[in-house]
């Protein structure tokens, strides 16, 4: 069975795997020869040991060329040798350029982290972890959001009302850059699918996705002498009956909070128009 692996780690390129499982055989089983072709441990360590030299040849001659010249052949060399720990020395060596001009926008209840992305070569992932000062600023947290080897990662897990900022690295070949941050955005969206029902004497409003508090301000668009009213919105919606008829309304729906200053702040809004018959 470890003949078999030494063989599969050979064919796969996996000249460092190969190596190990020869060190277990020479300390278990030296005299036992490969059931394929007869060969001895010996002989295999020798050819082995021919393939890792020139591939401790082929690092040495990148290693001669100036530092900005190295990059491009050694990616040439662990596409061919992926698991080679002497490859993946020589290009620890070199710096990964870490992405920059790390944003944050809205877009509906998540969040769309985008940044513009290395300058260095290969294959490379994005990991994106997430900052997290509570609301009322008596907690912070950083986690993990996911990864992506594109340019933006959206983020649906943030706390509504808290401050949040994130952090982006560069990953080639386990290899990681130095992390760019993002500025603070205050996680607060507003409700969503806001709809106007008419009734016989009520106007109805609904939304989805309400939390903190949730805050609703009528005008009356025929009577602009009328005050703006004020109205507490539940979770899901509000029956407006103190209504004129035929007098046309418009709504707007926000959610007001405390930030992590304790200062209280208000979402932008949604707006909605209704007209109201009895």
């Known amino acids: 069975e470890t003949w078999s692996k030494v063989r599969g780690a050979i064919a796969a390129d996996r000249l460092d795997d190969a190596s190990d499982l020869l060190d277990h055989l020479t300390q278990t089983s030296s005299d036992v020869t490969a059931p394929d072709d007869g060969a001895t441990i010996l002989a295999v360590r020798a050819e082995l040991d021919a393939s890792l030299a020139r591939i401790s040849e082929a690092v040495a001659e990148v290693e001669r060329l100036e530092p900005d010249q190295r990059e491009a052949p050694l990616l040439q060399l662990i596409e061919r040798h992926p698991s080679s720990s002497q490859v993946l020395a020589a290009l620890r060596r070199l710096p990964i350029v870490a992405p920059s001009r790390v944003t944050i926008v809205e877009r509906g209840a998540s969040l769309v982290v985008s940044w513009r992305v290395s300058r260095s070569a290969g294959d490379i992932e994005y990991r994106v972890a997430r900052s997290t000062r509570s609301a009322d600023g008596t907690r912070s947290e950083s986690r993990p ?28 070949h386990g290899i990681t850059s130095g992390a760019s941050s993002s500025g603070t955005i205050v996680h607060a969206p507003d409700v969503d699918q806001l709809a106007a029902v008419e009734h016989d004497g009520a106007i109805e409003l609904k939304w989805t996705r309400g939390w903190g508090d949730v805050w609703v ?18 979770d899901r919606g509000l029956l407006d009956t103190n209504i004129a008829a035929a007098h046309h309304y418009r709504y707007r729906v926000f959610i007001e909070f405390r930030d992590d200053r304790g200062e209280v702040q208000k979402t932008r809004g949604r707006e909605v128009t209704a007209t109201g018959f009895v």
């Open 145 to 172: 959001v996911g990864s992506t080897r594109g340019h933006e990662l959206e983020d649906a897990g943030a706390t509504r009302g808290a401050t949040v900022s994130y952090t982006v690295t560069a990953v080639r």
């Open 217 to 234: 301000e009528r005008s009356d668009l025929d009577d602009p002498t009328a005050a703006v009213h004020r109205m507490r919105g539940g």
